[in-house]
């Protein structure tokens, strides 16, 4: 990576080329050649990586057997065009979010119980929510311990496919969640009317995270009787704790503040707890296989990603809540200094990079492009948010990005200026747009890159954080 002045602007690709399943059909054919000319645009515009989604259901379909020719190509092609290139490690699925245009579920064998140590049944393999139902996007949070030898056989087999393509790598991402975000699948198609702008839908109500929860509850109390003095209600077995019963959440718990009680506070930390305690077993896994000494991708930084969930960060925090971002932390939330209660889940991320031989963590921050009252809801503080995570990062040394959250904002000149005052004064060292068809279907996009590209080149780095972390980086990316 190029230390100095300019700032890292990426984009993403599309969500597949071509047809996957048929790469010598016309329809293929003509896409494949649509995305070497688009990434040929793309670098002539300044752009200096392309991020591409590796689908587990793509390549690992077959238990243990890995495909990689449609990867192959979309290597080669990216190499030839002179772009760097950043994989995503995709383990959710495709479809049923904003923008999916295709379905590339999860392989079949991930749900096979019978395959992982603890005596895991089928249901534990899938989050459950407060309407009683079932996501099928992500392996559950509460069982990744369990799973990492098949996350760990992943990696492997793709470091060792690409092992001779080190040197075109830019960052290795990993897919935390749904949608390749650090998350509950909240806001997700399983749950109906729990998208944007509701408050999300709580997803604790599997047995074993029913189970997790009682654990969590005796370890931090020891007794049944401290429990109940704690939460101010009796108990009369380790059974009865349960989260927020479903029925009540609308009518009771959150219209009565019961969030805010010894009750409500320590569910918010066990659910928070979860969503931190799988991203540092699953990035600690990742930085096991990719950076020893002798690894072929030993210096390649790790990326994460985290959604920008701003529709109701302006009144409860709900929908932040409901996918675990924040703690019930009122004194933390509307503290810009505390990044708004973000500042336990950016510990995380400085956490596993700072482990011993390790380049810094990459975190990247979605809906920089938003302003506050978005799309009409005064409730939305989209750019408060960013400012106060990007505030946080910088006080806690991580080298943040931004993301556009929505491709359509980017016909919006509005929406270039938030994000070019992201990068000036909100402590974004880069930028990855979204996504490779919107830039490219519409010149006036595609201008508007160039043009904030030109901007940081001409101009320099205006944040005083990037030189010391690209020197930092320049110490490990080729």
């Not at 889940?345 to 380049?359: E, I, N, R, S, T």
Request: hydrophobic content about 35%; some cysteine; proline content about 6%.
């Amino acid at each position: 990576m190029r230390a100095g002045a300019e700032l890292p602007i990426n984009s993403m690709a599309s969500l597949v080329v071509g047809d996957p399943s048929n790469p010598g059909s016309p329809h293929s054919l003509s896409a494949w050649d649509a995305f070497r000319l688009g990434l040929r645009s793309l670098r002539k515009a300044g752009f200096r990586a392309i991020t591409t989604d590796i689908w587990w259901g793509l390549v690992e379909a077959e238990n243990g057997v890995f495909t990689w020719d449609y990867y192959d190509r979309m290597a080669k092609i990216i190499r030839e065009e002179g772009m760097r290139w950043i994989p995503i490690l995709s383990f959710h699925s495709l479809g049923g979010n904003i923008g999916d245009t295709h379905q590339i579920p999860l392989p079949s064998h991930v749900w096979d119980e019978r395959q992982y140590s603890g005596n895991l049944k089928s249901e534990d393999l899938r989050f459950k929510s407060q309407q009683g139902n079932e996501s099928w996007e992500y392996i559950s949070f509460w069982v990744t311990e369990n799973v990492l030898p098949k996350y760990r056989r992943f990696m492997h087999a793709f470091q060792n496919h690409y092992q001779a393509d080190s040197g075109l790598i830019d960052e290795i991402n990993i897919s935390l969640g749904p949608s390749g975000e650090l998350r509950f699948p909240s806001y997700n198609s399983h749950d109906i009317g729990s998208g944007y702008p509701s408050g999300g839908s709580l997803q604790a109500y599997s047995l074993k995270a029913v189970s997790a929860f009682q654990d969590f509850a005796r370890a931090k109390y020891g007794t049944l009787e401290a429990v109940s003095a704690a939460w101010e209600f009796p108990l009369r077995s380790w059974q009865e704790i349960y989260p927020p019963y479903p029925q009540e959440l609308e009518s009771h718990f959150f219209p009565r503040d019961q969030h805010h009680s010894r009750y409500g506070r320590d569910f918010f930390d066990f659910y928070h707890g979860t969503l931190k305690q799988h991203a540092a077993l699953l990035l600690g896994e990742a930085a096991r296989e990719f950076n020893e000494p002798n690894s072929p991708f030993s210096g390649i930084p790790l990326g994460v990603k985290f959604p920008g969930i701003h529709w109701r960060a302006g009144s409860d925090r709900r929908a932040e809540l409901s996918a675990g971002m924040i703690p019930v932390e009122p004194e933390t939330w509307h503290d810009m200094n505390q990044g708004l209660g973000y500042g336990s889940l950016l510990d995380g991320f400085k956490a596993v990079g700072g482990l011993p031989g390790m380049p810094p963590v990459i975190v990247h921050f979605t809906a920089l492009e938003l302003a506050d009252g978005h799309d009409g809801n005064p409730d939305s503080r989209a750019a408060t948010l960013a400012i106060a995570v990007g505030s946080e990062a910088q006080r806690k040394g991580l080298h943040l990005r931004g993301e556009n959250a929505l491709g359509s904002t980017l016909s919006d000149s509005k929406a270039w200026k938030q994000m070019a005052d992201a990068l000036k004064t909100g402590g974004y060292k880069g930028l990855t747009l979204l996504r490779f068809e919107h830039l490219l279907n519409d010149p006036g996009v595609l201008a508007e890159a160039e043009a904030l590209i030109a901007s940081h080149r001409k101009n320099g780095n205006p944040s005083p954080l990037l030189d010391s972390c690209a020197s930092l980086l320049e110490q490990y990316v080729p």
